[in-house]
T-cell receptor, first 114, second 113 residues
Framework: DTAVSQTPKYLVTQMGNDKSIKCEQNLGHDTMYWYKQDSKKFLKIMFSYNNKELIINETVPNRFSPKSPDKAHLNLHINSLELGDSAVYFC?????????????FGPGTRLTVT | DQQVKQNSPSLSVQEGRISILNCDYTNSMFDYFLWYKKYPAEGPTFLISISSIKDKNEDGRFTVFLNKSAKHLSLHIVPSQPGDSAVYFCAASLTGGGNKLTFGTGTQLKVEL
């Protein structure tokens, strides 16, 4: 009964490929997020969604496209992968409202682009 | 421009002693602060938070102190246990900011026997 789950945990792919990472939460939260942790271990927000509506989009290349089929899922699709996309990607969720509220993170997906 | 900074990349403490992790921020609009703990190959786990209307919040062995005038917060763990060995991230957000968390770069805590 994992609260926030991500698949796959590891993803190795070649430059130029398109890949997706899936995220699901069973906490009943309305808001979901994607974060990227780069090689310097710096965690930075990419996107957030409130009940399928895009709220935050942090100057991320448009090769990255989040998709939220329902409020429990937020998937990340990446087109034309580049070497610099190699990182750990974390999904998170939180309550919705005036907040702020703590966020609950998934275990991460380590993406390696060769 | 890093708005949340953790200037100590690592800290080593003996079991049973106090661990003090520090965090500084530059954006005076931040009004909610959080600490997360992260083990290798896992996601960050929420530990404790504090609103800017308070200067202290306790939860068991963990206490967070906030000094708004200095734009500084600290996490005290007492007594420290070997299982506390992890990377600790502080994070900040502001009301009306879409619940966006701005993270520091983390401090690796090692609690030695």
């Amino acid at each position: 009964d994992t609260a926030v789950s991500q698949t796959p945990k590891y993803l190795v792919t070649q430059m130029g490929n398109d890949k997706s990472i899936k995220c699901e939460q069973n906490l009943g939260h309305d808001t979901m997020y994607w974060y990227k942790q780069d090689s310097k271990k710096f965690l930075k927000i990419m996107f957030s969604y409130n009940n399928k509506e895009l709220i935050i989009n942090e100057t991320v290349p448009n090769r990255f496209s989040p998709k939220s089929p329902d409020k429990a899922h937020l998937n990340l699709h990446i087109n034309s992968l580049e070497l610099g996309d190699s990182a750990v990607y974390f999904c998170a969720s939180s309550r919705r409202g005036p907040g702020p509220y703590e966020q609950y993170f998934g275990p991460g997906t380590r993406l390696t682009v060769t | 421009d890093q708005q949340v900074k953790q200037n100590s990349p690592s800290l080593s403490v003996q079991e049973g002693r106090i661990s003090i992790l520090n965090c500084d921020y530059t954006n005076s609009m931040f009004d909610y602060f959080l600490w997360y703990k992260k083990y290798p190959a896992e996601g960050p786990t929420f530990l404790i938070s504090i609103s800017s209307i308070k200067d202290k919040n306790e939860d068991g062995r963990f206490t967070v102190f906030l000094n708004k005038s200095a734009k500084h917060l600290s996490l005290h763990i007492v007594p420290s246990q070997p299982g506390d060995s992890a990377v600790y991230f502080c994070a900040a957000s502001l009301t009306g900011g879409g619940n966006k968390l701005t993270f520091g770069t983390g401090t690796q805590l090692k609690v030695e026997l």
